[in-house]
């Protein structure tokens, strides 16, 4: 039955419903677009959209020549001069574009025409130097040309210049601004100099015809076209689309980004070869997508596991020349269109390619929406070091569909060449540029220089080959599991910058400090004030709070908590705790005593030191000796699998959670310290609560080879501690060294400055530097991991941040995603540590414990495990981990 038979059995009053529903759901025919024909006469036209985009940004920076478009031809055989100027004339006159100046009239700016005139094309002639020197000379010439910026105001916007090499070997350059050229314009001026020279070499007119348009004709027709319910559709669509989108592409930079974009840039090569082209290309027809949406998946798969992000923007130049009279018009027609992929919940590379389909096939119906009025609509938060919306672009080019680099054809008697130049511009902070040639898709990395280290873009693009190259197997893996790396890069990561093992000294650190007594029992030990304890004297000291804690019946795993002052009878108590076997507790007299209470509720403490344990006067020579002598001999109590302290640390709960550390944790992070911090040896400023771990360096890392430590209250008081000028390592954290620099400057025995616990910035390492001292280390690690975990000198005259370094000796570092597998070189991830700090766990809390002390799925013997630090890092290209903040406060 026909629609018209099933109508009219309807009655009255659905025919009345049907009627209505129909006027609901009928889109009303949207206005015939106006023609596009010859502009009224006048004597200035507005400027196309996207003109006025590249008119605001060169008045930004009138010297900027990223947008300076460069083409070079070699001609090979006898060249006619005067029949190329002719040729070159001939085009100027025949292209409005080329004739086109931007001044402002009311503050704004407008396009005008100017009349032809002749074309000037100088000629440099280094016929006369040494053959081996002319080409390297001719480069210099022609980057020095294309490197001269324009006036877009005065014009012109095209010149032209001519250099011989030999009478059968000439370059001719050609420079304009992207205002008035674009990259098929240069195909469209390559095609008519092929027609041209031949017929004016033998004097014949132009067999080209009259131009029906001129691109002023085409900026007013898109003026009129892009109204109303036009504009509006596609406005709805791109805000719709984009809603909720990070309009940043976070890329982890080698160096810090400048506060204005820069333009200065690299190209790495990138050639895919005659049979992974064969491959990319059969697999793509498998999937009933292009070659481009094949590529974009690609680009976006690498981009969001370098930048850490779920949605990807790329943008991607569109001819926009949507007349079939456009296409031998020149001028600058490109736009740029966005393509927004979300890459949620891990797909494979099929199913991105599916939605990558979904999403190109959607941009092109709304491709004539000018990048600017996108920006406009978006109104992006306004951020000068970088480009809105899209700060990376993919260009790709279909075989035969442009002006790619290599097109060589005759004209006339002559041989010509397009010669492909790097200028050192870039446009996009990372651009993936690709053709399809005779030898396969090939084409060029190009990175902005002042973000992004050459070695980075080598690297990248290694890695988008060998996520090709995973991709080409069939896999249906997640995306998360597609290599974005070389083997090479991956191996070096994991075996050669975290190969850490080496030996531990496996003694305790109360049988180190006994040895050391023993060695040097009239060093000073420790000075309290005016108080200068000797090693003999603290030794005895040590061995009378030993023998109290003794009669208590302490011992191994007992916890002891000690509340006392920062002091010389605090340090001498935890050696003493140590020496029994038991584990100190370290308690901050200043805490409330509700704190207080729940600690030792919570740790189960078998005693509590809150005054001097076993001090009965001054003992005498002999005593001392005699206690020394005791603690040298004593068998140990302590297995390195026991509890040497806990340490609390507060939860993101609010409540308190102990990490215990062993006698074997302390044991291989004491091996690592006084090997790389011989300062040790000397004065050690005793400034961190007993609370905090770094506490643990500072005391017994000065106390087992021979230092001696100097008692503070704060890091603040070292200027007038009157052992201040015996101070050579100061420990704390980097706003207390700060402060005490800004306060004044610190004393001339200081000569290394050890930081962790905070961000170590690139200003505090020039005051350090320019304070005189020399060394500076920046360290990091969680108390789950005994002190610290990495560490690095601080290099001097460095752009970048601090890095925090590679692992200590016995630890690892991997940088992984939340599937736990390794990230990319230069990649954001979360960062776990490995290794022989890791703490024995939390107390108590079996559950925390488990979640955060995981399988190491990259151990070489089962049953390792790693801890989560909840923090992001990455590893920069010199095999250094780079904090980049805690996971948890990332968007």
């Given at each position: 039955m026909s629609l018209n038979d099933r109508l009219s059995n309807l009655s009255p009053a659905q025919r009345e419903l049907f009627e209505r529903l129909r006027r609901k759901t009928e889109k009303p025919a949207r206005p015939a677009p106006p023609p596009l024909e010859p502009r009224p006469p006048g004597d200035a036209w507005p400027l196309a959209f996207d003109q006025e985009r590249l008119w605001f940004l060169h008045q930004l920076d009138p010297a900027d020549v990223s947008y300076n478009i460069d083409l070079v031809m070699r001609f090979t055989g006898p060249l006619d001069v005067p029949a190329l100027t002719a040729c070159l004339f001939e085009e100027v006159r025949r292209h409005e574009a080329w004739r086109t100046t931007?001044?402002?009239?009311?503050?704004?700016?407008?396009?005008?025409?100017?009349?032809?005139?002749?074309?000037?094309?100088?000629?440099?002639?280094?016929?006369?130097?040494?053959?081996?020197?002319?080409?390297?000379?001719?480069?210099?010439?022609?980057?020095?040309?294309?490197?001269?910026?324009?006036?877009?105001?005065?014009?012109?916007?095209?010149?032209?210049?001519?250099?011989?090499?030999?009478?059968?070997?000439?370059?001719?350059?050609?420079?304009?601004?992207?205002?008035?050229?674009?990259?098929?314009?240069?195909?469209?001026?390559?095609?008519?100099?092929?027609?041209?020279?031949?017929?004016?070499?033998?004097?014949?007119?132009?067999?080209?015809?009259?131009?029906?348009?001129?691109?002023?004709?085409?900026?007013?027709?898109?003026?009129?076209?892009?109204?109303?319910?036009?504009?509006?559709?596609?406005?709805?669509?791109?805000?719709?689309?984009?809603?909720?989108?990070?309009?940043?592409?976070?890329?982890?930079?080698?160096?810090?980004?400048?506060?204005?974009?820069?333009?200065?840039?690299?190209?790495?090569?990138?050639?895919?070869?005659?049979?992974?082209?064969?491959?990319?290309?059969?697999?793509?027809?498998?999937?009933?997508?292009?070659?481009?949406?094949?590529?974009?998946?690609?680009?976006?798969?690498?981009?969001?596991?370098?930048?850490?992000?779920?949605?990807?923007?790329?943008?991607?130049?569109?001819?926009?020349?949507?007349?079939?009279?456009?296409?031998?018009?020149?001028?600058?027609?490109?736009?740029?269109?966005?393509?927004?992929?979300?890459?949620?919940?891990?797909?494979?590379?099929?199913?991105?390619?599916?939605?990558?389909?979904?999403?190109?096939?959607?941009?092109?119906?709304?491709?004539?929406?000018?990048?600017?009025?996108?920006?406009?609509?978006?109104?992006?938060?306004?951020?000068?070091?970088?480009?809105?919306?899209?700060?990376?672009?993919?260009?790709?080019?279909?075989?035969?569909?442009?002006?790619?680099?290599?097109?060589?054809?005759?004209?006339?008697?002559?041989?010509?060449?397009?010669?492909?130049?790097?200028?050192?511009?870039?446009?996009?902070?990372?651009?993936?540029?690709?053709?399809?040639?005779?030898?396969?898709?090939?084409?060029?990395?190009?990175?902005?220089?002042?973000?992004?280290?050459?070695?980075?873009?080598?690297?990248?693009?290694?890695?988008?080959?060998?996520?090709?190259?995973?991709v080409l197997t069939g896999t249906a893996a997640p995306l998360s599991a597609l290599p974005l790396e070389s083997e090479a890069a991956a191996h070096q990561v994991r075996h050669e910058w975290n190969d850490t093992a080496a030996p531990a000294d496996p003694r305790p650190v109360h049988e180190r400090f006994a040895a050391q007594a023993e060695r040097t029992p009239d060093a000073p030990a420790i000075l309290d004030g005016t108080r200068r304890w000797t090693y003999r004297e603290l030794a005895a000291q040590v061995a009378r709070r030993a023998a109290h804690l003794r009669a208590r019946g302490l011992g191994p795993e007992d916890r002891v908590a000690v509340r006392l002052p920062r002091s010389a009878e605090l340090v001498a108590t935890l050696l003493a705790v140590l020496e029994v076997g038991a584990a100190y507790v370290p308690l901050d007299p200043a805490w409330p005593a509700e704190r207080m209470a729940l600690i030792l509720e919570d740790c189960g403490a078998a005693w509590v030191v809150e005054e001097e344990e076993g001090k009965d006067g001054k003992d005498n020579k002999d005593d001392e000796q005699r206690s020394l002598e005791s603690l040298v001999s004593l068998p140990s109590l302590a297995?390195?699998?026991?509890?040497?302290?806990?340490?609390?640390?507060?939860?993101?709960?609010?409540?308190?959670?102990?990490?215990?550390?062993?006698?074997?944790?302390?044991?291989?992070?004491?091996?690592?310290?006084?090997?790389?911090?011989?300062?040790?040896?000397?004065?050690?400023?005793?400034?961190?609560?007993?609370?905090?771990?770094?506490?643990?360096?500072?005391?017994?890392?000065?106390?087992?080879?021979?230092?001696?430590?100097?008692?503070?209250?704060?890091?603040?008081?070292?200027?007038?501690?009157?052992?201040?000028?015996?101070?050579?390592?100061?420990?704390?954290?980097?706003?207390?060294?700060?402060?005490?620099?800004?306060?004044?400057?610190?004393?001339?025995?200081?000569?290394?400055?050890?930081?962790?616990?905070?961000?170590?910035s690139r200003r505090l390492a020039e005051a350090i530097e320019a304070r005189g001292i020399p060394r500076a280390v920046n360290l990091y690690g969680p108390t789950e991991d005994t002190v610290y975990s990495t560490w690095t000198e601080v290099p001097r005259r460095e752009a970048l941040e601090p890095a925090i370094g590679r692992s200590i000796t016995g630890s690892r570092a991997w940088v992984l995603d939340r599937g736990l597998r390794p990230v990319p070189l230069g990649a954001r991830g979360l960062l776990y540590l490995a290794g022989d700090g890791l703490a024995r766990g939390y107390l108590g809390r079996p559950d925390l414990t488990a979640e955060r002390f995981v399988p190491d799925p990259l151990a070489e013997a089962p049953g390792e495990r790693m801890y989560a630090t909840g923090d992001l890092a990455r590893w920069r290209a010199a095999g250094t981990l780079e904090f980049l903040g805690r996971a948890d406060r990332q968007v």
């Open positions: 931007f001044p402002t009239r009311d503050g704004l700016p407008v396009q005008v025409v100017a009349p032809p005139a002749p074309v000037p094309l100088p000629t440099i002639d280094l016929e006369g130097l040494p053959e081996a020197l002319r080409a390297a000379e001719a480069l210099r010439v022609t980057l020095a040309a294309l490197r001269l910026p324009f006036d877009l105001a005065r014009g012109p916007l095209v010149r032209f210049w001519l250099i011989r090499r030999t009478p059968r070997l000439h370059e001719c350059g050609l420079a304009a601004h992207h205002i008035v050229f674009d990259g098929y314009s240069s195909q469209i001026f390559m095609n008519e100099l092929a027609l041209l020279y031949p017929a004016f070499a033998d004097r014949r007119p132009s067999p080209l015809p009259a131009l029906p348009v001129q691109f002023a004709d085409f900026a007013v027709w898109q003026r009129a076209l892009l109204s109303g319910e036009a504009l509006a559709e596609h406005l709805d669509y791109w805000t719709g689309h984009l809603a909720g989108a990070p309009l940043v592409l976070d890329l982890p930079t080698d160096r810090p980004r400048p506060s204005h974009a820069t333009t200065r840039g690299r190209r790495i090569p990138l050639a895919f070869g005659p049979a992974r082209t064969a491959a990319l290309k059969a697999f793509a027809r498998g999937h009933r997508v292009t070659s481009f949406m094949t590529f974009l998946a690609l680009f976006q798969t690498f981009l969001a596991r370098q930048a850490g992000q779920e949605r990807v923007i790329v943008g991607s130049p569109n001819l926009n020349r949507n007349h079939p009279e456009l296409y031998a018009v020149i001028g600058f027609f490109l736009s740029q269109s966005v393509f927004c992929t979300d890459l949620g919940g891990d797909p494979s590379f099929p199913e991105l390619l599916e939605r990558v389909r979904r999403v190109t096939l959607d941009a092109f119906k709304h491709q004539d929406l000018p990048f600017a009025r996108l920006v406009e609509a978006l109104q992006p938060e306004r951020d000068t070091s970088r480009p809105p919306v899209a700060q990376v672009t993919l260009l790709y080019q279909e075989e035969g569909a442009g002006a790619a680099p290599g097109r060589t054809g005759q004209v006339g008697a002559l041989w010509m060449d397009p010669i492909e130049l790097d200028i050192g511009a870039a446009a996009s902070e990372l651009t993936l540029a690709l053709w399809d040639s005779p030898d396969g898709f090939a084409g060029h990395l190009e990175h902005n220089a002042d973000l992004f280290d050459t070695s980075t873009a080598a690297r990248w693009a290694e890695g988008l080959l060998a996520l090709t190259d995973a297995s390195p699998h026991q509890l040497a302290y806990l340490i609390y640390t507060s939860g993101s709960t609010g409540r308190p959670k102990a990490v215990g550390i062993t006698h074997g944790n302390l044991a291989a992070f004491l091996t690592w310290a006084v090997a790389v911090f011989p300062e040790l040896r000397g004065g050690v400023l005793f400034s961190t609560s007993v609370c905090f771990d770094l506490s643990v360096f500072e005391i017994f890392g000065t106390l087992t080879t021979g230092g001696t430590l100097i008692v503070a209250e704060h890091a603040l008081a070292l200027p007038d501690l009157p052992a201040a000028g015996e101070v050579e390592l100061v420990n704390t954290v980097p706003s207390a060294l700060a402060e005490l620099l800004r306060l004044g400057p610190l004393p001339a025995s200081v000569r290394t400055v050890s930081l962790c616990g905070e961000p170590f």
